[in-house]
């Protein structure tokens, strides 16, 4: 199982970026799936999933209106497109699966998660 994150990088205040999570060694379809973000100094914070169509995502409080996250099945790539970036924002970002397929829960913890991707760096600085 793989998981490889790619799309960060230096954003000014304001600004957008796509991040992508290309996922290979397990059937993707049967598994809903989240972006995690650990900002420098703290601790990991759930931000968003979604379901193994593609058809329900949830986001956390504070970046929902701001962040969009999608899937492309036929590829098996899990996207996070970032927009009305802030300084709050600059963290690590991981693609994480869910240890149990053909779930997908409303609130997230660590526990229910296996594989992490090893994250990439996205810095909101003018």
């Known amino acids: 199982v793989q998981l490889v994150e790619s799309g960060g990088g230096l954003v000014q205040p304001g600004g957008s970026v796509r991040l992508s999570c290309a996922a290979s060694?397990?059937?993707?379809?049967?598994?809903?799936m989240n972006w995690v973000r650990q900002a420098p100094g703290k601790g990991r914070e759930w931000i968003s999933s979604i379901d193994r169509a593609g058809t329900r995502p949830l986001y956390a409080d504070s970046v929902k209106g701001r962040f969009t996250i999608s899937r492309d099945n036929t590829n098996n790539i899990l996207y996070l497109d970032l927009s009305g970036l802030n300084s709050d924002d600059t963290a690590m970002y991981y693609c994480v699966k869910y240890r149990l397929p053909y779930v997908h829960y409303d609130r997230s913890t660590e526990k229910d998660f296996d594989t992490w991707g090893p994250g990439t760096q996205v810095t909101v600085s003018a």
């Open positions: 060694g397990f059937t993707f379809t049967n598994f809903a």
